[in-house]
């Protein structure tokens, strides 16, 4: 059974950077589609960033563009958050499926999914 531990969430200030990290006891994520979603209370979660697993293809949600950065290293998946505002205060989740040549920005299309990671911007 594949289970998802995310880690790396916490306080920052407005400007300031985290990186998540997304592993799977006994699974090499690499093979798998990997995807980060962000869930505020009282809106839907939703999908920020994911990659393929053999096609390194990757997508991404228009606000993190050229802040935030996905990358895989020793079957890990991490998600380098820079630049960081207030906004992106949210619990944040990692989802793999397999088959996963091909990643998606939709929660529906993944079956494996962590626990969450909170994260906290102040300003």
């Known amino acids: 059974q594949l289970q998802l531990v995310e880690s790396g969430g916490g306080l920052v200030q407005s400007g300031g950077s985290l990186t998540l990290s997304c592993t799977a006891s006994?699974?090499?994520?690499?093979?798998?589609?990997v995807g980060w979603f962000r869930q505020v209370p009282g809106k839907e979660r939703e999908g920020v960033y994911c990659?393929?697993?053999?096609?390194?293809t990757i997508e991404y949600e228009d606000s993190v563009k050229g802040r935030f950065r996905i990358y895989r290293n020793n079957a890990a998946v991490y998600l380098e958050m820079n630049s960081l505002k207030p906004e992106d205060s949210a619990v944040y989740f990692c989802?793999?499926?397999?088959?996963?040549?091909?990643?998606?920005?939709?929660?529906?299309?993944?079956?494996?999914w962590g626990q969450g990671t909170r994260v906290t911007v102040s300003s």
């Open positions: 006994g699974f090499n994520l690499d093979f798998y589609a």
């Open positions: 990659i393929g697993g053999r096609t390194g």
């Open positions: 989802a793999a499926q397999m088959p996963g040549d091909y990643c998606s920005m939709w929660r529906a299309s993944y079956d494996h």
